[in-house]
């Protein structure tokens, strides 16, 4: 619509910058009014940014002389389609984030560029349809090589990239007389740079005429059923670690598409979760796209552009892929639903799995939820009847649970020293793996060689000078170095004490590397390698470390959460987890959870072959009834234990809870502005039924030069706690920049 002349009309608009709220603009007269989703060229401050149209503010009051007018409009129909508009707006809203941190997740890199998008072409060849009938004409009229190329360009009905067809031996000359001849034709073709090509680790292949279980087929019919009544609903699949959840996830993306609508798939870490990845590019082709953080900003826009054309219906990606420009969304699927790596830890604070929800609310799709271990809010929701619950209750092919077995290092250490790493049982096992030539994982949630150094002669310890915790030691002899495994702080473990220069400096405590040696010194003849943040630091090393334990290079791998994600590894048969309880001690509620999750997940990685699986779980504290729990792998019954226990403690998925972080180079600053803002938070709690806990140091009290003090808000109206703390903080702009805030935190360190 052009604007008439007299008439200002406004849009609001959001620009990529972080923490700057909706801003409105005018129209210039003459110039044709934005539609939601469109991309604009506006003037903020003295810098000229691109920013998209986020509704029509035509009706609101505006102080006409304040308003810059837009400079330019880049698309005339939306760039992002106006139900991830929608979606953005929601997401800004619910975790409290400015548009401008929002509309950045959203937008693929690069996206402020020009209305042109800079993109490389290749020339495509196909057959025309004279092109068909020539195929047959004698000898005389058309020779060998043209023949032979309108052959192969009949059997391709794309058609073929000239290079390609360069390779099989149809020189330019060739192609260039049969387009002269109207035989074939040739189009300019958008180059997609091909983010598969990277991901080396290969699966074995699905089976496409496979039958599934019994158990499988009547999930699958349930979970199509929902899908067809077209109808919002979200399932919970709740299967066992190798009952086949991929199978499903397949054929019902599968179903859905035939069915004429597209496809989301979620997946925790993309490197982690290579079977589902190849799975459905094995069974989508070219009609799948990827999205995920790893990918090089060219690569992410071309995917981004793919599924923006309608070139694709089904995507895979990580939790930013739950913003992807897709139209007539039928299924979402979020595979390891209970996995902490959908929260994302910086501003917009989402959680993509909760994102989904509302995903498919608006487009009235089926939502999957998967997990062998659901998150407490997911299986609460499936007890009360907002979620179905679909179940898996047995591995297919009826293949075992791992047995478990669980070791008390008190015993241990009582018997053998306070230094011993890998058990009597735990050693006997990896041995006798070696002799079957079967395979081993063994967790340890902690990085590092030694996690302490201290002094025996004054007691003081190497910490970090940035953040409150203690330097971790990496690597042996020589190479030795102390590092923080929060600012990156690194430096050399000196001969002496840097306190008191005593010569009696001692490490303590012990990471995967520690173990790695360990492993190695027990079973010298064992190839052994190690999977954590440090040996994958290197681009590729993650997916060359998976492919060589999946081809039988590896014997032994040694690792921290990173080995008990979703993998399929047929010749595992041990798994060994070494401290158990570490993440027991944190000060976080949902330390029994993690804990739980982590032990039934890497259990779970064993015996999903023909021969059965064992696992042996080190621990100082075996009663512990997550311990306890994980070892029968009974889901239910750790759920009710923890359920109450967060019942008792009003924590969720009884109580919402917003954790607000306030930073200050003091601590004594840290904690007077937090205590001023629970002080304005409480005029207003009581009345909205909201709790407000605290000032508190935060537990992890010093991070990067900067002490941290926080407040806890309790409710069971997230609207409510949101809007007293936001007119709190509006009373003290000056926070701005030091404070943060979480709604439905994952953790609350
Ligand atoms: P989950 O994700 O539930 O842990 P997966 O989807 O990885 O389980 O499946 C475990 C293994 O079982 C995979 O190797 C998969 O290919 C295989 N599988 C799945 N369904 C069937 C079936 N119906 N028949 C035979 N093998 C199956
Ligand atoms: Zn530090």
């Given at each position: 619509?052009?604007?008439?002349?007299?008439?200002?009309?406004f849009?609001?608009?959001?620009?990529?910058?972080?923490?700057?709220?909706?801003?409105?603009?005018?129209?210039?007269e003459?110039?044709?009014?934005?539609?939601?989703?469109?991309?604009?060229?506006?003037?903020?401050?003295?810098?000229?940014?691109?920013?998209?149209?986020?509704?029509?503010?035509?009706?609101?009051?505006?102080?006409?002389?304040?308003?810059?007018?837009?400079?330019?409009?880049?698309?005339?129909?939306?760039?992002?389609?106006?139900?991830?508009?929608?979606?953005?707006?929601?997401?800004?809203?619910?975790?409290?984030?400015?548009?401008?941190?929002?509309?950045?997740?959203?937008?693929?890199?690069?996206?402020?560029?020009?209305?042109?998008?800079?993109?490389?072409?290749?020339?495509?060849?196909?057959?025309?349809?004279?092109?068909?009938?020539?195929?047959?004409?004698?000898?005389?009229?058309?020779?060998?090589?043209?023949?032979?190329?309108?052959?192969?360009?009949?059997?391709?009905?794309?058609?073929?990239?000239?290079?390609?067809?360069?390779?099989?031996?149809?020189?330019?000359?060739?192609?260039?007389?049969?387009?002269?001849?109207?035989?074939?034709s040739?189009?300019q073709?958008?180059?997609?740079?091909?983010?598969f090509?990277?991901?080396?680790?290969?699966?074995?292949?699905?089976?496409?005429?496979?039958?599934?279980?019994?158990?499988?087929?009547?999930?699958?019919?349930?979970l199509?059923?929902?899908?067809?009544?077209?109808?919002?609903?979200?399932?919970?699949?709740?299967?066992?670690?190798?009952?086949?959840k991929?199978?499903?996830?397949?054929?019902?993306?599968?179903?859905?598409?035939?069915?004429?609508?597209?496809?989301?798939?979620?997946?925790?870490?993309i490197?982690?979760?290579?079977?589902?990845?190849s799975?459905?590019?094995?069974?989508?082709?070219?009609?799948v796209?990827?999205?995920?953080?790893?990918?090089?900003?060219?690569?992410?826009?071309?995917?981004?552009?793919?599924?923006?054309?309608?070139?694709?219906?089904?995507?895979?990606?990580?939790?930013?892929?739950?913003?992807?420009?897709?139209?007539?969304?039928?299924?979402?699927?979020?595979?390891?639903?209970?996995?902490?790596?959908?929260?994302?830890?910086?501003?917009?604070?989402?959680?993509?799995?909760?994102?989904?929800?509302?995903?498919g609310?608006?487009?009235?799709?089926?939502?999957?939820?998967?997990?062998?271990?659901?998150?407490?809010?997911?299986?609460?929701?499936?007890?009360?009847?907002?979620?179905?619950?679909?179940?898996?209750?047995?591995?297919?092919?009826?293949?075992?649970?791992?047995?478990?077995?669980?070791?008390?290092?008190?015993?241990?250490?009582?018997?053998r020293?306070?230094d011993?790493?890998?058990?009597?049982?735990?050693?006997?096992?990896?041995?006798?793996?070696?002799?079957?030539?079967?395979?081993?994982?063994?967790?340890?949630?902690?990085?590092?060689?030694?996690?302490?150094?201290?002094?025996?002669?004054?007691?003081?310890?190497?910490?970090?000078?940035?953040?409150?915790?203690?330097?971790?030691?990496?690597?042996?002899?020589?190479?030795?170095?102390?590092?923080?495994?929060y600012?990156?702080?690194?430096?050399?473990?000196?001969?002496?004490?840097?306190?008191?220069?005593?010569?009696?400096?001692?490490?303590?405590?012990?990471?995967?590397?520690?173990?790695?040696?360990?492993?190695?010194?027990?079973?010298?003849q064992?190839?052994?390698?190690?999977?954590?943040?440090?040996?994958?630091?290197?681009?590729?090393?993650?997916?060359?470390?998976?492919?060589?334990?999946?081809?039988?290079?590896?014997?032994?791998?040694v690792?921290?959460?990173?080995?008990?994600?979703?993998?399929?590894?047929?010749?595992?048969?041990?798994?060994?987890?070494?401290?158990?309880?570490?993440?027991l001690?944190?000060?976080?509620?949902?330390?029994?959870?993690?804990?739980?999750?982590?032990?039934?997940?890497?259990?779970?990685?064993a015996?999903?072959?023909?021969?059965?699986?064992?696992?042996?779980?080190?621990?100082?504290?075996?009663?512990?009834?997550?311990i306890?729990?994980?070892?029968?792998?009974?889901?239910?019954?750790?759920?009710?234990?923890?359920?109450?226990?967060?019942?008792?403690?009003?924590?969720?998925?009884?109580?919402?809870?917003v954790?607000?972080?306030?930073?200050?180079?003091?601590?004594?600053?840290?904690?007077?502005?937090?205590?001023?803002?629970?002080?304005?938070?409480?005029?207003?709690?009581?009345?909205?039924?909201?709790?407000?806990?605290?000032?508190?140091?935060?537990?992890?009290?010093?991070?990067?030069?900067?002490?941290?003090?926080?407040?806890?808000?309790?409710?069971?109206?997230?609207?409510?706690?949101?809007?007293?703390l936001?007119?709190?903080?509006?009373?003290?702009?000056?926070?701005?920049?030091?404070?943060?805030?979480?709604?439905?935190?994952?953790?609350?360190?």
């Amino acid at each position: 619509m052009i604007n008439e002349p007299g008439l200002r009309s406004f849009v609001h608009v959001a620009v990529p910058v972080p923490g700057l709220a909706l801003l409105t603009y005018s129209v210039p007269e003459g110039l044709t009014r934005p539609v939601v989703g469109a991309r604009v060229v506006v003037p903020l401050g003295s810098r000229i940014v691109t920013g998209i149209v986020m509704d029509d503010a035509s009706a609101s009051t505006i102080e006409d002389a304040a308003v810059k007018p837009i400079k330019e409009v880049l698309d005339a129909e939306a760039f992002v389609p106006p139900e991830v508009v929608e979606l953005a707006r929601w997401t800004a809203e619910y975790y409290a984030a400015g548009p401008g941190d929002t509309i950045t997740s959203v937008l693929p890199p690069k996206a402020r560029g020009t209305r042109a998008d800079a993109h490389k072409t290749m020339r495509v060849a196909s057959i025309t349809a004279s092109g068909l009938e020539a195929v047959g004409l004698p000898s005389a009229q058309i020779t060998t090589k043209q023949r032979e190329a309108l052959q192969l360009l009949w059997a391709s009905p794309d058609g073929i990239p000239t290079p390609q067809l360069a390779g099989r031996g149809i020189a330019a000359d060739v192609v260039a007389r049969l387009v002269r001849h109207g035989f074939v034709s040739i189009r300019q073709d958008r180059l997609d740079r091909d983010p598969f090509q990277s991901a080396t680790v290969q699966p074995p292949p699905a089976d496409p005429g496979r039958q599934l279980t019994m158990e499988q087929a009547a999930a699958f019919e349930r979970l199509r059923a929902m899908a067809e009544s077209r109808r919002f609903q979200v399932a919970l699949l709740h299967g066992v670690t190798g009952s086949g959840k991929t199978e499903l996830y397949l054929r019902l993306a599968a179903a859905v598409r035939e069915s004429g609508r597209s496809v989301l798939m979620l997946v925790p870490e993309i490197a982690l979760t290579p079977v589902v990845v190849s799975v459905f590019r094995h069974a989508f082709g070219d009609r799948v796209a990827i999205q995920h953080s790893g990918l090089s900003d060219g690569e992410r826009h071309d995917q981004w552009q793919r599924i923006r054309r309608g070139d694709v219906d089904v995507v895979v990606g990580t939790r930013s892929a739950i913003f992807a420009p897709l139209e007539r969304v039928g299924l979402i699927v979020v595979d390891e639903e209970h996995d902490a790596s959908y929260k994302q830890e910086e501003s917009p604070r989402y959680h993509g799995r909760d994102v989904a929800i509302i995903r498919g609310q608006r487009a009235d799709a089926l939502v999957v939820l998967g997990s062998a271990t659901p998150s407490m809010e997911s299986y609460h929701n499936a007890t009360t009847g907002r979620y179905e619950r679909v179940v898996l209750e047995r591995r297919v092919l009826d293949r075992p649970l791992a047995a478990v077995t669980v070791v008390d290092m008190r015993e241990e250490y009582a018997e053998r020293g306070p230094d011993v790493i890998l058990s009597q049982a735990l050693g006997a096992a990896i041995a006798l793996r070696l002799e079957r030539r079967e395979q081993a994982l063994v967790l340890l949630n902690r990085r590092g060689f030694a996690t302490a150094v201290f002094c025996r002669q004054c007691a003081g310890t190497m910490d970090c000078p940035n953040c409150s915790v203690s330097l971790v030691v990496h690597g042996e002899g020589v190479s030795r170095r102390a590092r923080c495994h929060y600012c990156n702080y690194t430096m050399r473990v000196p001969a002496a004490c840097p306190h008191c220069a005593g010569p009696y400096l001692e490490q303590a405590g012990f990471g995967t590397e520690r173990v790695e040696a360990e492993v190695r010194r027990l079973c010298p003849q064992a190839r052994v390698a190690r999977l954590d943040r440090d040996a994958i630091r290197r681009k590729g090393a993650l997916a060359e470390i998976l492919s060589r334990f999946r081809t039988g290079d590896i014997d032994v791998l040694v690792g921290t959460q990173m080995i008990a994600k979703g993998h399929d590894f047929p010749r595992v048969t041990l798994v060994g987890v070494v401290s158990a309880d570490v993440g027991l001690g944190l000060a976080d509620f949902r330390a029994s959870e993690r804990t739980f999750q982590l032990l039934t997940q890497v259990v779970g990685r064993a015996g999903r072959g023909d021969e059965p699986g064992e696992a042996i779980v080190q621990t100082i504290y075996p009663d512990h009834y997550s311990i306890q729990l994980a070892r029968r792998q009974d889901y239910r019954a750790f759920f009710e234990r923890e359920l109450k226990f967060r019942q008792q403690m009003r924590y969720p998925p009884f109580q919402s809870l917003v954790n607000t972080v306030i930073r200050s180079q003091t601590f004594a600053g840290a904690m007077d502005d937090a205590a001023d803002v629970v002080r304005r938070v409480r005029e207003g709690a009581e009345a909205a039924g909201v709790r407000v806990l605290g000032p508190a140091p935060a537990p992890l009290g010093k991070l990067r030069g900067e002490y941290r003090a926080q407040l806890l808000t309790k409710g069971s109206n997230r609207t409510r706690m949101r809007g007293l703390l936001l007119s709190a903080l509006a009373a003290r702009p000056d926070l701005d920049k030091r404070i943060v805030v979480d709604v439905d935190p994952v953790s609350v360190l």
